[in-house]
Nanobody
Framework: QVQLVESGGGLVQAGGSLRLSCAASGRTFSGYVVGWFRQAPGKEREFVARIGWTGITYYGDSVKGRFTISRDNAKSTVYLQMNSLKPEDTAVYYC?????????????????WGQGTEVTVSS
């Protein structure tokens, strides 16, 4: 069993920055693929970024160049640095872990999910 806890959300003005954290516990963390997803009201869950156990990263088109995903295996934590935030980035952000299998952008392929942290970007 894996527990994921997100933190770092909040209210920020457009153009500002936030750093989200996803702390994992329960099993060996370093071998997981970890992804960040977001869901705005009335919309489907959207892939944001992922990082593999080797550190290879991949980003959704809407955040490429603005967001950076990183991991600290010693702390069992994955981060999402969000810069140049836009009102359309407003959503609940979730981290998810895929224990086995290749990295993917498909939410259903992830095994464990956190409870989410809310990000609101004002214009």
């Amino acid at each position: 069993q894996v527990q994921l806890v997100e933190s770092g959300g909040g209210l920020v003005q457009a153009g500002g920055s936030l750093r989200l954290s996803c702390a994992a516990s329960g099993r060996t963390f370093s071998g997981y693929v970890v992804g960040w997803f977001r869901q705005a009201p009335g919309k489907e869950r959207e892939f944001v970024a992922r990082i593999g156990w080797t550190g290879i990263t991949y980003y959704g088109d809407s955040v490429k160049g603005r967001f950076t995903i990183s991991r600290d295996n010693a702390k069992s934590t994955v981060y999402l640095q969000m810069n140049s935030l836009k009102p359309e980035d407003t959503a609940v952000y979730y981290c998810a872990a895929r224990v086995t299998g290749i990295a993917t952008t498909i939410p259903l392929k992830y095994d464990y999910w956190g409870q989410g942290t809310e990000v609101t970007v004002s214009s």
